[in-house]
T-cell receptor, first 113, second 114 residues
Framework: EPEVTQTPSHQVTQMGQEVILRCVPI?????FYWYRQILGQKVEFLVS????????KSEIFDDQFSVERPDGSNFTLKIRSTKLEDSAMYFC???????????FGPGTRLLVL | AQTVTQSQPEMSVQEAETVTLSCTYD???????LFWYKQPPSRQMILVIR??????QNATENRFSVNFQKAAKSFSLKISDSQLGDAAMYFC???????????FGAGTILRVKS
């Protein structure tokens, strides 16, 4: 069964460093998403992406964040200058054209020191 | 803005018994989708079941079923014949029609006792 994959599974970085989180969505999906979950808190929407552009973003998704689909398979989330409060689990999700269900990847656990 | 409320931070169930997890939501939309996701200790988000608001019939997936009460804006999950592998955090989530953003509740931790 096709699934969303994410790399790395864990990432530790120093405050102020740039990180890139990578996702490979399900191959025939056209809609892509990033969510984050700070430990012990709700899962929060960050951004949605369709047709090579952002279709919606939350207040969390400020200028420090960017997304890109650099090729036909990868979908990336970049944090330019990480802060301590960026420590969280980051989930990528994807959705097909004719359905409403978003399928999640296993997440990347980001720790900013 | 839509909100999702899960009023039970934690629930316990004996193996092979039945448990119901509660979820209420607030929306002014008439067409939307509701989901239950399971998050085991590995923290991966796994879809359990989904419900379209325009469907009166409650969704069922094997041992998992929902009680969808549109007027009351309630969407509970029933797990029958509970198994040890059902132990996880369960999230209720809302998606408006043609929407992008899943809105999640705070989650309910389900513990299964052997």
């Amino acid at each position: 069964e096709p699934e969303v994959t994410q790399t790395p599974s864990h990432q530790v970085t120093q405050m102020g460093q740039e990180v890139i989180l990578r996702c490979v969505p399900i191959s025939n999906h056209l809609y892509f998403y990033w969510y984050r979950q700070i430990l012990g808190q709700k899962v929060e929407f960050l951004v949605s992406f369709y047709n090579n552009e952002i279709s919606e973003k939350s207040e969390i998704f400020d200028d420090q964040f960017s997304v890109e689909r650099p090729d036909g398979s990868n979908f990336t989330l970049k944090i330019r200058s990480t802060k301590l409060e960026d420590s969280a689990m980051y989930f990528c999700a994807s959705k097909g054209a004719s359905a409403e269900t978003q399928y999640f990847g296993p997440g990347t656990r980001l720790l900013v020191l | 803005a839509q909100t999702v409320t899960q009023s039970q931070p934690e629930m316990s169930v004996q193996e092979a018994e039945t448990v119901t997890l509660s979820c209420t939501y607030d929306t002014s939309e008439s067409d939307y989708y509701l989901f239950w996701y399971k998050q085991p200790p590995s923290r991966q988000m796994i879809l359990v079941i989904r419900q379209e608001a325009y469907k009166q019939q409650n969704a069922t997936e094997n041992r998992f079923s929902v009680n969808f009460q549109k007027a009351a804006k309630s969407f509970s999950l029933k797990i029958s014949d509970s198994q040890l592998g059902d132990a996880a955090m369960y999230f209720c989530a809302y998606l408006r029609e043609y929407g992008n953003k899943l809105v999640f509740g705070a989650g309910t931790i389900l513990r299964v006792k052997s």
